[in-house]
């Protein structure tokens, strides 16, 4: 019989580590004797990561694991984040060389309105430990591809630290040391607005043949589809493969994740092709189409919008408008099925989702049209059964996000949407794990934040370690209500823009959202002109993620340079929230400079305050009179 905790079997232990809510507890634990420290360092932090975030696929760095889960768990709670504008700096390279001309490290552009960035990215580690990353970005700026390679950890560091000048520093290095190489690729004839690119995929590491560069495919509006080639190491670039679409506009574009990838593409307004990425004949450039079909229906009308593969042999296709306006397709080793696997409407078979209760839409009516401008596939976990493909998010022209099970016979088995902004078409959707999802909307500005809770999600979630809140109305239609209220987030186009325009709106719709992995605390956002990082972390958090170790520390203490660690260039914008609530409960909350500790919003982020009447706001125009909008005109279309 076992007289103390430390003589208890390495079974029983895992089981009560299983049962621990916080990454603290587990660390106390391992402070209380040689034994139980020796477990936990070994298999008590991966026990904990398995059973508080079950869906997230990480490499085995259990205890950095648990500390940058638990602390980006947190920030995502407290709505903690650093948003900031990224733009290629003076050191970028472009290629290939010599082709096109820039002007003062901005290149110059006559069109009306500006690009509408589509981005990609990934992350992947270089082994050693938690911080050794490299992280991959490629944005669609017009007609040129943006591309950054940030690399992170102790061999980074190294580098900052051998750099001859604080010159090679400050071009080459950010405040945390990381190391970032900038390219920006244009080939010589394409035009801005006629060759605009319109889909960006980045193959990941086990799918390309070149490992020190970058492959990309990129399609465009005139009708280019074509894989190139980038390395950062040599500055060198080419085009290694392009793919036939006799000329037709690529809408949308998707690769799958397999080692030997197949590429899907949306041509012209009804057709999809699927081609074999990496098929060409050393003595071919071109690539043809494999397979090719109509999803648009004989007579009917209505175009493509989106493309995107749920898994390696099932394609979705969103388009419209149209009754039935999503289709997903089997691929087969002949190449795509002529008819479709399933057909999704807008409403469900199932009473629960049909009865009076639902969201009132207008033109929510049987048989009504609707468009699908955006999917986007939810990963499997082993606590939940199925497959890979089985689960996925479509985002609506009536500004609901439907959450489709092929499992089950009812067109969706969960709907989510923005009671303030109810009837914004969502235009861009990012899940992160099965934790939570965002959507970007097609008005406003708004990047919308909603609790996604499913069998096999995160059982971590810091908010419920803190006194309960209120309920809430948001329209989550799902077994398990989130415990806070899901946010909105405003952002806004005025802001430094790569192309110089200042002639357009005050608003743009959120093009595209990305994020390098479900443990990566960044995420990207486009929006017309401009891309967004957001940095997810606390400004005053003692121990933020590791990969922020380097640089300035101690952001904490009180006499601690908050600034020079999270905004040394003073280019983080200061932006509004609003909490899904009830429309009549609407409270709007604005953040104050990087440093400011305002502190006025319990169990926020120092950061953030109320509103006050009749102030400018962060985003550079009246916030009260964004807000009365919401208010007075919730379905305007």
């Known amino acids: 019989m076992c007289s103390s905790l430390a003589q208890l079997p390495p079974e029983l232990l895992s089981h009560i ?6 990454a603290q507890s587990l660390l106390r634990l391992s402070l209380s004797c040689k034994n139980l420290h020796a477990y936990i360092e070994k298999d008590g932090f991966r026990v904990f990561i398995q059973h508080q975030f079950p869906s997230i696929r990480i490499p085995p760095y259990w205890k950095d694991a648990a500390h940058a889960l638990t602390t980006l768990s947190r920030a995502w709670d407290r709505k903690s984040f650093i948003a900031y504008c990224i733009e290629p700096g003076p050191a ?22 500006g690009y509408q960035p589509v981005v990609d ?51 080459k290095f950010d405040q945390h040391h990381h190391k970032s190489d900038w390219v920006v690729y244009k080939e010589d004839g394409y035009k801005d607005g006629r060759d605009d690119i319109t889909s960006v995929s980045l193959l990941r590491p086990i799918q390309k043949y070149v490992d020190e560069s970058e492959q990309i495919v990129i399609g465009r509006a005139s009708g280019w589809l074509e894989q190139i080639r980038i390395s950062t190491i040599d500055a ?72 995107r593969f749920l898994c390696h042999n099932r394609l ?61 596939p939810i990963s499997s976990s082993s606590h939940v059964g199925g497959v890979e493909g089985d689960l996925f998010l479509s985002g609506w022209y009536d500004g609901i996000i439907r959450l489709h099970d092929l499992r089950s016979p009812d067109s969706c088995t969960a709907i989510f949407q923005d009671p303030i902004d109810a009837s914004s078409a969502i235009y861009s959707l990012l899940p992160l794990a099965r934790s939570r999802f965002l959507a970007g909307s ?10 996604l809770r499913l069998p096999g999600s995160k059982a971590y979630q810091s908010s419920n370690l803190e006194p309960p809140q209120h309920s809430t109305g948001s329209s989550h239609r799902s077994s398990t209500a989130p415990a806070r209220p899901n946010w909105s987030l ?100 604005e953040q104050g400079d990087v ?40 379905s305007e279309q």
């Open 490 to 589: 405003f952002l806004t186009p005025h802001m430094p823009s790569y192309y110089r325009n200042p002639y357009r709106s005050a608003e743009s719709p959120v093009y595209s959202l990305s994020s390098p992995s479900p443990c990566s605390p960044t995420f990207f956002a486009g929006i017309e002109n401009n891309l967004v990082q957001f940095d997810m972390t606390a400004m005053m958090d003692e121990h933020p993620d590791p990969v922020w170790r380097y640089g300035p520390r101690r952001t904490g203490a009180r006499d601690a340079d908050v600034s020079a660690k999270w905004d040394p260039g003073n280019r983080a914008k200061r932006l509004a929230v609003y909490e899904q609530v009830d429309i009549g409960s609407m409270r709007l909350k």
């Open 316 to 376: 979705a296709v969103g388009l419209g408008p149209s009754t039935e306006p999503l289709h997903v397709y089997d691929i087969h080793p002949s190449g795509i099925s002529k008819d479709p696997l399933r057909i999704f409407s807008k409403h469900s078979a199932d009473p629960k989702m049909m009865s009076d209760d639902r969201v009132d839409v207008p033109g929510n009516s049987t048989g009504s049209l609707s468009s699908v401008y955006s999917i986007s």
């Open 92 to 113: 970028a390279v472009r290629l290939p060389r010599g082709r096109h001309k820039v002007e003062n490290g901005r290149r110059q552009r006559r069109q009306t309105m």
């Open 121 to 171: 990215s990934y992350e992947d580690w270089l082994g050693g430990d938690w911080t050794s990353r490299r992280e991959v970005l490629a944005l669609g700026a017009g007609a040129e591809l943006v591309m950054r390679v940030k690399s992170k950890g102790d061999e980074i560091e190294r580098e900052w630290q051998q750099a001859r000048s604080r010159e090679e520093r400050r071009q």
């Open 442 to 451: 097609a008005r406003h500005s708004i990047v919308k934040v909603f609790d």
């Open 236 to 307: 060198q670039s080419s085009i290694m493969t392009r793919y036939s679409t006799q000329g037709r506009r690529v809408q949308s574009a998707t690769v799958n994740s397999t080692p030997e990838p197949l590429l899907a593409a949306c041509l012209g307004d009804e057709n999809v092709a699927i081609y074999s990425v990496h098929s060409v004949r050393s003595s071919e450039k071109t690539t043809k189409q494999s397979s090719e079909v109509s999803v648009i229906p004989s007579g009917k009308a209505g175009r493509t919008w989106s493309t």
């Open 595 to 634: 440093g400011c500790r305002i502190g006025g919003v319990e169990g926020w982020d120092e950061r953030w305050g109320d509103v006050r009447g009749g102030q400018e706001g962060p985003v550079g125009y009246d916030l009260r009179a964004r807000s009365a909008t919401l208010r007075n005109h919730p």
């Open 17 to 22: 580590v299983s049962h621990l809510e916080t």
